[in-house]
């Protein structure tokens, strides 16, 4: 069974850096693509970026792109997302995700599986 934890969220000032970690268990992940969502309040879960796992290409969102970088430790089994220069608007979940596959796909329903997400809050 996949198991993703995510770790590494909490409160942040603007302009300050910030990693997220996402632990994954349960199976061999070098077919899979890693992928990290968010949900701010009373919007819906949106793409942040993802990684394949087998080569290394990433992904990002328009809104993180040169701030915020995705990266793997395949001896760790996990997941990294580093955040730089982060925004108020950059406040919400953050959920880690894995897809069957190599594709950096940038859907929600796109992936498998999901971790229960962690908050990160970035004040003014």
């Known amino acids: 069974q996949v198991q993703l934890v995510e770790s590494g969220g909490g409160l942040v000032q603007a302009g300050g850096s910030l990693r997220l970690s996402c632990a994954a268990s349960?199976?061999?992940?070098?077919?899979?693509?890693m992928g990290w969502f968010r949900r701010a309040p009373g919007k819906a879960r949106e793409f942040v970026a993802a990684?394949?796992?087998?080569?290394?290409?990433?992904n990002y969102a328009e809104s993180v792109k040169g701030r915020f970088t995705i990266s793997r430790d395949n001896a760790k089994n996990t997941v990294y997302l580093q955040m730089n220069s982060p925004k108020p608007e950059d406040t919400a979940v953050y959920y880690c995700?894995?897809?069957?596959?190599?594709?950096?796909?940038?859907?929600?329903?796109?992936?498998?599986?999901w971790g229960q997400g962690t908050q990160v809050t970035v004040s003014s």
């Open positions: 995700a894995a897809r069957r596959g190599s594709g950096v796909e940038e859907l929600v329903s796109a992936y498998n599986y």
């Open positions: 349960g199976r061999a992940f070098s077919s899979y693509t």
């Open positions: 990684i394949s796992w087998s080569d290394g290409r990433t």
